[in-house]
């Protein structure tokens, strides 16, 4: 069974409210960075980036950053490929907000602030995620939600952007055969 | 993938995997912290039955960049000099539950073995294993050839249609070796050129295209030459007359690189023999990408142990 | 125990040709016919089982003196036994090296007090193998040990006018040199054979040549002086040209090939497994098929096993630092089953003769190991029916390094029987103490 949980209206409506937000508690754009987790963080970092142009007509600088080799399950789960990190500013004494899709254990978010440390010490570091579906096992929370889910741990959230799998869709389903969630 | 024997049995998608996770090591060169925490915790002995400084620095380079715990056990001056067999030496190391084993040997077939002996139960990396081979030689050449190619877009890609000559004493070159697996694996054409004396027999029915003429080679405009060191014990078993007839025949003198076309990048494994099997001229030259190789050996190698250390599965996941 | 002087064979295939009884008494066949009655004689039913008679091996390493670690002469006559074989030819690559009168005779010695096979000791070509200077070749041949085969195995004979003097010297006592054919230049450090395998596994070259041109120099030599010689465990296609040529001139050069060459291929060497190291080297299978081809049409006269006894760690360890050699008395018999007779290639009868008249003709034994009336009663009693997946349990050899663990071989020796008395029965071997006294020593 399969049910859809974001339509193609909905993820946009649901990322313009998050660029708002980020507006709001940020007191505008400056000293705003965004930093995408990969593979579909970085592509919503950059749709929240447009967006915010959009309102306030300033570009905010946008990055990725791989958190591949800061996580603590390397030996545990498959082999993972590592992806490009790409932190375009300085961001010491920034605002830097870390852009996912999916936030459930918390655990790529710890690896992404253990992450963010290399390149030196922001001011406020902030999360924005598109579905958050609870079952943390970290002390993580994040600041900018776009839609709340609670699932079951056999469930799987599937999240398409159209840059990357030819459409928007966000749905869940019973978790069948192996893979990372 | 466990361990890193041969180029031989690397597949494409593992091979382009391990490139890509290069390049990732590579963009951390730029950073101020130049350390990742992803083999934290983790023993990484470098088994050296060879001096080679320059491998085993690249190595230990690697290791420390993954935050792994280094042990060099070098052969001379060890309980090795005093006869203790590869296979003592294996079971001690797996008593003292260590996590990797990176072996360079002058046996042809020892991380083989040590892989697939039972003597330890862990991987096993191979820095160069007699004439065999030298995978993360061959490893690095391709990083190199496809940044030097590609620049910014490598990321993915192999090395498709381009043309690699390989000059020089391929019969006992472990490079050569592990070069012709991986660059074919990649999709490049390989012309190897070299003295019949040297010429391993058997290699009609190798990946390769074989040439005794260098000035033909070069002729035809390839997009790289990777010239190999030439061992003067070679010489005193008659492989060829002497060192001056080798320069003249076989090596990138100064007048070759001058006719070659700035197209053609210009390689060499190290440590070279200036005047012998490469020109100064040639080794200095704008299209020489030698230093790159250097650099670039310690990327590829984290990218190796990154991927022979990580992983309950041992696959390659998205 | 019992113990009885008489054996009666009941049932017998006689080298796949008739069936038959065989009585033996006293230590020699006393008769062979249909139902014989032998009321005091101990029975064999030997109902489906090839009767040969005693497998002969011109070529085993024994290792004693010097090497008691791989192998003692007591261990390998029991392993030869196992095996079928009734006399064993041993080697002279001993420490110290059976170079003189002294230490062959200490090698029959060892043997007949075993008494599991004869053992006939092969004397040195040359003082210590140094290819330099003729050992005490008529000395050895009239000693006690009756030496008329020399060789200098393990190394080659390759001094062009050495080689000729010991062919013509052996003349005087009707001796013939056995050549380990290797040009020493052409394989330094050699691993294997030379060829893609060996060029991609980065594994020294044994070039086929090595061998070629010193067995064509050396029929030259013999055609030459008008001497005999024997070629040793020849491996390769073009060998089997220049011996067809040979024989073709009438040269009197006679031949022999190992188990081992008839079934593997230097493929074996992949994975670094130097149980698969042996000197010559394993070839490829278009050498193996022109070898048994060439014992099917007899240009290859002889099998002999090169028995090549070393121990685990020698084996357990870097190919290029390990020992060349593999053991082979056990698995001989059920290897040229499978190869050579399950094939359609050889007759029992030529099987008798490759494995045991012509050899013994080579090494200038007594007897025509023919299975009639008055001979001595040397026979194996052979199973070709069966067939096992072959283990280092099928070994009984002190020394474990086999090449055929896991490889399908048909056949088992059941019997085998030592001038009249069992040296192994049912499959295994008799008592170390019942032989001995049976052979006729008594400690
Ligand atoms: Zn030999």
Redesign the pocket.
């Known amino acids: 069974m399969t049910a859809t949980l974001l339509q193609p209206a909905d993820m946009t409506r649901a990322l313009t409210r998050i660029a708002h937000e980020i507006l709001e508690g940020n007191r505008g754009t400056s000293d705003l960075v965004l930093l995408g987790i990969p593979t579909r963080g970085v592509t919503l970092a950059k749709r929240i980036a447009a967006t915010l142009a959009q309102i306030d007509g300033t570009e905010v600088p946008v990055g990725a950053l791989d958190v591949t080799m800061y996580r603590d399950d390397l030996m545990s789960n498959p082999t993972r490929a590592t992806a490009q990190t790409d932190v375009p500013v300085d961001i010491e004494g920034k605002t830097v907000v870390l852009v996912d899709d999916v936030l459930y254990s918390g655990r790529t978010v710890r690896a992404a602030l253990d992450a963010l440390t290399n390149f030196g010490r922001p001011e406020t570091v902030r999360l924005a995620v598109l579905i958050d579906r609870g079952h943390r096992q970290l002390p993580i929370r994040a600041d900018y939600v776009g839609k709340n889910v609670p699932s079951a741990h056999s469930e799987r959230i599937n999240v398409r952007l159209s840059e990357i799998d030819g459409n928007d869709l966000v749905t869940i389903a019973e978790h069948t055969s192996g893979g990372a969630a | 993938m466990k361990h890193l024997l041969s180029t031989r049995d690397l597949d494409r998608a593992t091979a382009i995997s391990i490139l890509d996770v290069a390049l990732d090591m590579a963009a951390l060169g730029t950073r101020d912290v130049k350390k990742l925490p992803a083999l934290r915790g983790k023993t990484i002995v470098n088994l050296f039955y060879e001096d080679s400084t320059r491998t085993r620095i690249s190595f230990e380079a690697a290791e420390k960049r993954l935050s792994a715990d280094v042990i060099n056990f070098s052969a001379k001056g060890s309980s090795v000099s005093k006869g203790e067999s590869l296979k003592d030496t294996a079971q001690t190391l797996d008593a003292m539950g260590i996590d990797a084993v990176v072996v360079r040997h002058s046996s042809s077939g020892a991380p083989h073995l040590l892989a697939h002996s039972g003597w330890l139960d862990v991987p096993i990396v191979n820095a160069g294993d007699g004439t065999h081979e030298h995978p993360t030689q061959a490893l690095l050449d391709a990083f190199t050839l496809r940044e030097s190619m590609f620049d910014d877009d490598a990321r993915g890609k192999g090395l498709d249609g381009l043309n690699i000559v390989i000059v020089g004493d391929i019969l006992h070159s472990r490079v050569a070796r592990s070069n012709i697996w991986l660059l074919a694996t990649l999709g490049a054409n390989v012309t190897v050129v070299a003295p019949p004396t040297l010429t391993p027999p058997g290699i009609e029915t190798w990946p390769v295209r074989l040439s005794h003429s260098l000035d033909d080679a070069l002729e035809a405009a390839p997009d790289a030459v990777m010239m190999l060191r030439i061992q003067s014990e070679r010489m005193k078993a008659a492989f060829f007359p002497n060192a001056r007839e080798y320069a003249k025949f076989w090596g990138l003198t100064a007048a070759r690189y001058r006719k070659l076309g700035e197209s053609t990048i210009i390689m060499h494994p190290g440590p070279m023999n200036r005047g012998l099997e490469i020109s100064g001229e040639a080794a200095d030259s704008p299209q020489s990408v030698i230093l790159k190789q250097v650099t670039n050996g310690v990327f590829v190698r984290m990218a190796v142990l990154f991927t022979v250390l990580t992983g309950a599965k041992g696959d390659v996941h998205e | 125990m019992y113990m009885s002087n008489e054996i009666l064979i009941t049932g017998a295939n006689i080298m796949g040709e008739a069936t038959a009884d065989i009585l033996v008494r006293d230590g020699v066949i006393t008769a062979v016919g249909a139902k014989l009655e032998a009321p005091e004689a101990r029975i064999i039913d030997a109902k489906g089982l090839i009767a040969l008679p005693g497998l002969v091996d011109l ?1 085993t390493h024994l290792r004693e003196p010097g090497f008691e670690q791989s192998e003692t002469v007591l261990t390998g006559s029991r392993a030869a036994a196992a095996g079928g074989f009734t006399t064993v030819f041993a ?1 002279a690559n001993t420490s110290p090296v059976a170079d003189n009168a002294g230490v062959v005779e200490q090698v029959k010695r060892l043997g007949d007090e075993a008494g599991y096979v004869t053992v006939r000791p092969i004397g040195a070509v040359t003082v210590g193998l140094a290819g330099e200077t003729l050992a005490d070749l008529g000395s050895m041949a009239t000693s006690r040990a009756q030496v008329s085969v020399f ?1 200098d ?2 190394k080659c004979v390759h001094d062009s006018l050495l080689m000729r003097r010991a062919m013509e010297y052996v003349k005087t006592f009707g001796g013939v040199i056995a050549q ?1 054919a ?1 040009d020493p230049r052409l394989t330094i450090d050699a691993q294997m054979n030379e060829g893609e395998v060996s060029s991609r596994l980065g594994l020294n070259g044994w070039p086929a040549v090595a061998e070629e041109s010193i067995i064509a120099r050396d029929v030259l030599l013999a055609e030459h002086i008008g001497s005999r010689l024997h070629i ?2 020849l491996s390769t296609a073009g060998s089997v040209e220049i011996i067809r040529w040979a024989k073709a001139r009438g040269i009197a050069v006679t031949v022999e090939v190992t188990p081992h060459h008839l079934l593997l291929t230097d493929d074996l060497a992949e994975n670094y497994d130097a149980r698969f190291k042996v ?2 080297p394993l070839r490829t299978a278009a050498d193996v098929q022109a070898l048994r081809a060439a014992v099917a049409d007899g240009t290859i006269d002889i099998v002999a096993t ?1 028995h090549a006894p070393h121990p685990h760690d020698t084996k357990d360890c870097e190919w290029d630092q390990a020992s060349f050699g593999m053991v082979g008395l056990e698995s001989a018999l059920p290897i040229v089953n499978t190869t050579l007779v399950s094939t359609g290639l050889l007759s029992w009868s030529d099987v008798a003769r490759v494995m045991s008249q012509a050899p013994a003709q080579i090494g200038s034994l007594e007897g025509n190991r023919a299975l009639t009336v008055g001979e001595v009663a040397d026979i194996v009693l052979f199973d070709p029916s069966t067939s096992r997946e072959w283990s280092t349990d099928d070994v009984v050899s002190r020394s474990k390094n086999t090449p055929f663990s896991g490889i399908t071989l048909a056949g088992s020796v059941v019997h085998t029987i030592r001038h009249g008395y069992l040296t192994v029965t049912d499959g295994l071997l008799v008592d170390e103490k019942v032989v001995a006294e049976a052979g006729g020593f008594r400690g």
């Open positions: 070529h080697m060789s195995d393990g380990h290797q040793c465990h000197n010559p090169d």
